[in-house]
């Protein structure tokens, strides 16, 4: 974490807080909740939560999540899918659909070289199948927020940007468009509320960055499930915070090197 970047980014912060006409780019926190896993009811539900506050979610998908062919790595992952009709129809609505690896496999327990073919045949699998998708802009979200120097690495030469376990879930906000190493933090497996409550009011408190939290389904499916009524709340609260902007990850970096 760059404290430099904090300083910053918070003087700008109580100038659009005192003025009130400064323009999105001002803002000094930005939240992204980050849904993995690519549940079709539970990502309906989300997108539907996220649009009643005029805002766009942030959601990650297994390529080959709706294949016959895919086996949950474990009970977390057992609630249907969606397929990429769904995805296109979800981005068509202006959310974002970001790779959550080809399978779920976790890449760190796996020979490197594999680990590349995953990444490709994750990677091309979008092009092929989510409309407008482009590598170069995407932001790859690692199973299990596992991964390795070596794997983020590669990643990065093709993609905007990784997100992965992080030392901290607040990172700097990005002032370039290098790509970029994202750390989020998850809670689970059961309900992460009450977690998400605190690492949000203590993120609100501080003097700003980007809060990155990954989350996956609703109600009771995937691992460390929110309630809907929690989410439908918090953004309810949160949309009037003036100084927070709520963003999926891709749109963040999209806007930060305009
Ligand atoms: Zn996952």
Redesign the pocket.
Known sequence: MKRRTFIKTSILGSFAIGLGNFSKKEKTHILTLSF??GFKDSFYKTADIYEAHGLKACL?V?ASGHLRSFQS?DK??TAERGDFNDWNALKRRGHEIMP??WD?TNLTLISLEKAKEDIDKCLRYFEENLNGFKTSDAVY?F??NASTPELEQYALSKVRAVRTQGDYAINPIPSTSKPVRLGCWSHGPDNADKWVEIQVNEFLAGTGGWLIL?L?GLDKV??GPITSQYLNDLLKRLVKIEYLDILPAGEVLKRRSE
């Open positions: 993995d896993d990650n297994i790595p977390f992952i959550h690896t779920h979200n199973a299990f990954n996956h995937g691992w």
